[in-house]
């Protein structure tokens, strides 16, 4: 397969892809510090801190939902291709429209009331980090399908970018 041709938005599309991969990255590596510190709390020391828990949510909705968009930008994220891989090329290309539009759609759905949910619950306070808001938990949710939904219409209008070079953050 041709490795794709950068469009003019490439550099700063890969600046957001390179974004969400370390936040995706830092979210992840901060949960393999404090769910065992949490573990080591309760069962060594016999003193359960409250905070652990609520922290580890967080930190796995960020490493959820940002770190899917960057999946679908690089071309990881989950895909059964046994039956549109038989197909003729021009249905396998409307197929692949199709689900670009069906994932536009999902996103759209996701950033919609991911952002209502966030608002909604913005006054209300998590009982184990009382200085944090619900809302401010939620908020990977639709900051996430805004990007998964940026990386689906560049797919749609610059072809995949899965295998052309990613400029880094002080390049381009």
């Known amino acids: ?55 580890a949510i967080l930190l796995m909705m960020v490493f959820t939902f940002i770190g899917a968009a960057a999946a679908y930008r690089a071309g990881g994220h989950i895909a059964v291709g046994m039956l549109v891989d038989v197909l003729p090329a021009p249905l396998q290309a409307t197929l692949a429209r199709l689900v670009h539009g069906l994932m536009l759609g999902v996103c759209g759905f996701v950033l919609l009331y991911g952002a209502r949910l966030c608002r909604d619950t913005m006054g209300q306070s998590i009982a184990e980090l009382p200085i944090l808001p619900v809302g401010v938990t939620y908020l990977p949710i639709p900051l996430g399908a805004l990007a998964t939904a940026i990386f689906v219409l560049e797919h749609l209008l610059a072809g995949p970018q899965k295998h052309r070079p990613v400029v880094a953050f002080g390049e381009g």
């Open 1 to 55: 397969m041709p490795v794709a041709d950068a469009h003019r938005l490439a550099p700063a599309l890969d600046r957001l892809y390179l974004a969400c991969i370390w936040l995706a990255g830092i979210a992840i590596f901060l949960m393999s510090l404090i769910i065992p510190a949490g573990v080591f709390m309760r069962y060594v020391l016999g003193a359960g801190a409250q905070w652990p828990e609520p922290i």
